[in-house]
């Protein structure tokens, strides 16, 4: 059965703080990772990654994939309250066919 | 901009009741998803379609059935709402995979049955 699991759970950092949310998975048909960003409202797209080794940069948000460990990172350097969200890795399996993992509650504490 | 627009961010039925739940997108997107979402167990897919009149089970269809007959549109039915249906839903819609884009989701719905 394919799999996806974040960690931690729930992160509760101060302001400023760096963050290394992890997301690490098991599929049979990997095509991509996409990381999401979901506040109150409708999850927001950060990510996509295919390619092994291959950092992506947005702002203060990065991202690598890893597919030798089957896994994945997403950093947030000096974080800021707005940051605070739940952050959500999927899996592409297949034909666009998504798997998500738990999730990453983060708070940013002023 | 994609938008993907739910037709309730709050919902209350009751247990028996036949539920409709819509969503339509405004990008011509080929591809339309349903999901859930609960507390531990993050996105589950319901049902998606890759075109007009098209439906595939997701991982949990039991229980509901869905209606493509436009291209913009996808809804969701629950037959006969249960307790255990009172879920957040959300929508999503993408190009089709060869595209390497994301798929963009609506704001949600937070039913719940009684």
């Known amino acids: 059965e394919d799999k996806v699991v974040q960690s931690p759970l729930s992160l509760v950092v101060h302001e400023g703080d760096t963050v290394t949310l992890n997301c690490s998975y098991e599929v049979t048909n990997f095509r991509s990772l996409l990381w999401y960003k979901q506040e109150k409202k409708a999850p927001t797209f950060l990510f996509m990654l295919?390619?092994?080794?291959i950092e992506k940069k947005s702002g203060r948000l990065s991202s690598i994939l890893d597919k030798k460990e089957l896994s994945s990172i997403l950093n947030i350097t000096a974080t800021q309250t707005g940051d605070s969200a739940i952050y959500l890795c999927a899996v592409e399996e297949g034909a666009q066919k998504l798997v998500f993992g738990q999730g990453t509650r983060l708070t940013i504490n002023p | 901009d994609v938008k993907v627009t739910q037709s309730s961010r709050y919902l209350v039925k009751r247990t028996g009741e036949k539920v409709f739940l819509e969503c339509v997108q405004d990008?011509?997107?080929?591809?339309m998803f349903w999901y859930r979402q609960d507390p531990g167990l993050g996105l589950r897919l319901i049902y998606f379609?890759?075109?007009?009149?098209?439906?595939e089970k997701g991982d949990i269809p039991e229980g509901y059935s869905v209606s493509r007959e436009k291209k913009e549109r996808f809804s969701l039915i629950l037959e006969s709402a249960s307790t255990n249906q009172t879920s957040m839903y959300l929508c999503?819609?993408?190009?089709?995979?060869?595209?390497?884009?994301?798929?963009?989701f609506g704001d949600g719905t937070r039913l719940s049955i009684l």
């Open positions: 990008m011509d997107h080929e591809n």
């Open positions: 295919t390619s092994s080794g």
């Open positions: 379609s890759y075109d007009v009149k098209m439906k």
């Open positions: 999503a819609s993408s190009l089709p995979f060869w595209s390497n884009q994301p798929q963009h």
